[in-house]
């Protein structure tokens, strides 16, 4: 009886089209079902449902992630908050408060209790992504803290002020060379932040990035601008992906800005921490503690 059955099975056609067209019909059906039970739950049946907001952004993250990636999130915002008042559900689990007290409510002390940081926020990739003063925890974020605050001390921002002051007269010779007395408009947004990223790399890692005597961007410091639109784009990532993808978008350099920014920020305290001499700069109270930030 069984060698009947394996033999009419085995001469029986199998149409390979059809079978892959059903699987893939069953499984967005099975995706739909998921999503719509989840579009109901987000607007009749979560916690935060009596909160006012555009249907379409109670229902889903990705109206959210539309504006962040377009850019105009906080205009689209204030127009809701003009609409629906101090308190906006802008996405299925996040409110958003323009009232001054909402600050202290949220961020304030209150005693050993502490609002948790949301960790697709603060670390879209997870445990993949190190610490830093923004994400860390109470505590570490309290010593990373206590040890950046030798660098804005009074007597620190005093002995910084030569070093400035180098980067300034530096600035208004460029700027005589480069408009020819006057002749020649300049561009003073770039000029500002050649100077201003100049004196972050000197107070920041010992050794600026040229940008005033070359009159151009480092690339460190385009690599800033594509990092920020590589963070809001996990950001709209990490509802939909898990956060090992978006750690492994960042190997593989999908997100590049992301990628090349932390490699130039490790080259450059790198190079900070091979000049082996004290500076009143802002980060030599971190390189003080640098055995204990390594081995946590």
């Excluded at 149409?15 to 995706?31: E, Y």
């Excluded at 979560?46 to 962040?68: C, D, M, Y």
């Excluded at 923004?134 to 620190?156: C, N, P, Y």
Aim: include cysteine.
């Amino acid at each position: 009886m069984d060698d009947t059955l394996r033999s009419l099975w085995a001469q029986r056609p199998i149409d390979l089209p059809r079978l892959g067209v059903t699987i893939i019909v069953w499984v967005a059906a099975f995706f739909a079902i998921k999503v719509s039970i989840r579009i109901f739950y987000n607007v009749f049946l979560h916690p935060l449902r009596k909160f006012p907001g555009p249907l379409v952004g109670r229902a889903t993250h990705l109206w959210r992630a539309i504006k962040i990636q377009s850019g105009d999130l906080p205009q689209t915002v204030k127009k809701l908050h003009d609409i629906y008042g101090p308190v906006v559900r802008i996405a299925p689990d996040e409110l958003s408060f323009i009232e001054s007290q909402a600050w202290k409510d949220i961020y304030g002390h209150h005693g050993s209790y502490e609002m948790a940081k949301n960790p697709k926020l603060y670390s879209p990739q997870g445990k993949y992504q190190p610490d830093t003063i923004i994400s860390a925890d109470r505590e570490h974020h309290t010593m990373l803290r206590r040890q950046l605050a030798h660098g804005f001390s009074e007597r620190s921002m005093q002995a910084q002020e030569p070093v400035i002051r180098e980067y300034v007269d530096l600035l208004m010779c460029r700027l005589e060379e480069h408009s020819n007395n006057g002749r020649n408009p300049l561009n003073m947004t770039s000029w500002f932040n050649f100077a201003t990223f100049d004196i972050i790399g000197n107070l920041g890692f010992g050794n600026d990035f040229g940008c005033l005597e070359k009159s151009y961007y480092h690339p460190w410091v385009k690599a800033i601008t594509h990092n920020l639109k590589n963070i809001a784009t996990m950001r709209t990532l990490v509802h939909f992906v898990p956060s090992y993808f978006l750690y492994f978008l960042v190997q593989v350099g999908v997100l590049k800005g992301r990628k090349d920014f932390v490699n130039y920020s490790k080259d450059m305290m790198r190079k900070r921490q091979a000049l082996e001499v004290e500076r009143p700069d802002l980060i030599e109270g971190l390189l003080k503690k640098k055995d204990v930030l390594v081995s946590e």
